[in-house]
């Protein structure tokens, strides 16, 4: 099942978990809607020719939605009927934190079998360096970020790109330092409004004439991206100031390469472990190699920023 926000390579990963459960002759069944279709029951076997010609679509061909039905005992009590009368025997979630939560809180009440697949943009889960879409994300944000900077150069403007990230800052410092920003803003470091101005007059004094400054939504310095470039406009009037929210498109697209070869390989991996008998596990990718985390460890670990990348952020900007 996809669970929460969608993410490119969520179909990758069904694809992936489908086709190792015909290898091992194990019977694969699809739940529509997330926790909520469990709930209402909302099933479909899968075989290995279901999940043909999805590897390169965005999006989850299983749908998902948020259920705060699931969020009740008497939710997760129907749930499990259904699931017990529909002979499954253990669940792979592919989602985030709160998915693995739900998933966390299912296994103590009923000892149910669960395996988490890491899969959101804002790669802030602990227990693997990258989640599936992030890398996707990433991409789709630094080609919109090089198009503004074209409208950017031929106004001699400064342009506020505000990208997804409410609690963590990967998407805006990783895409930030590819696309070559000015400056970028992140949760994890409130640069003040004061240090961000005396950067952006650092520049034009530089001889730059134009700006990118690259936002996380959940970033403190101000109260939002146009309270920011309203700030900026009447204290450095030499700019003339655009925002640009980029918005769930990045979480749309055809997955990246790399995200397609991750979500196969954390496919594989979640079933083979469920079939070694182990559960209430988070697979991720720790270098080169697949691992297993304990579940709860991945929603209450912290999954740091890169500070090796904020210096070479600071460098960058120079």
């Known amino acids: 099942m996809t669970s929460g926000g969608d993410s490119p390579g969520m179909n990758a990963a069904i694809r992936s978990v489908v086709r190792t459960c015909a290898y091992y002759s194990v019977e694969s069944v699809g739940i529509y809607r997330g926790y909520q279709g469990m709930i209402e029951g909302d099933f479909v076997t899968l075989t290995a020719r279901s999940v043909k010609g999805i590897i390169n679509k965005g999006g989850t061909i299983l749908k998902s939605a948020r259920s705060k039905e699931f969020m009740t005992e008497e939710g997760r009590k129907k749930a499990y009927e259904n699931l017990i009368e529909n002979n499954i025997d253990a669940v792979v979630v592919i989602g985030g934190d709160g998915s693995f939560t739900g ?6 009440e009923y000892n149910f079998p669960i395996i988490g697949i890491p899969g959101t943009i804002d790669n802030d889960i602990y227990g693997t360096s990258h989640t599936l879409g992030y890398d996707t994300a990433l991409n789709t944000c630094v080609e919109a970020i090089d198009k503004i900077r074209d409208t950017a150069s ?34 994890e470091e409130n640069l003040g409004l004061e240090r961000m101005l005396e950067s952006l007059k650092k520049s034009r004094r530089a001889g730059k004439s134009s700006s990118i400054v690259v936002v996380a939504e959940g970033d403190r310095t101000g109260e939002n991206v146009f309270e920011l470039a309203k700030y900026v406009e009447e204290n450095l009037p030499l700019y003339e100031v655009r925002v640009s929210v980029l918005g769930h498109m990045q979480r749309g697209g055809s997955p990246s390469c790399f995200d397609r070869v991750l979500a196969s390989r954390l496919g594989v991996k979640a079933v083979e472990l469920l079939l070694d008998d182990k559960t209430n596990l988070m697979v991720g990718l720790k270098g080169s190699d697949i691992i297993a985390t304990d579940l709860e460890k991945a929603i209450k670990g912290v999954h740091s920023i890169n500070t090796e990348l904020l210096r070479v952020s600071d460098i960058m900007t120079t």
């Open 154 to 187: 031929s106004h001699n403007r400064l342009f506020f790109v505000e990208v997804m990230g409410r609690d963590a800052g990967f998407i805006a410092l990783n895409a930030g330092v590819g696309a070559g920003a000015e400056e970028i803003l992140i949760p």
């Open 103 to 108: 998933g966390v809180v299912f296994n103590q």
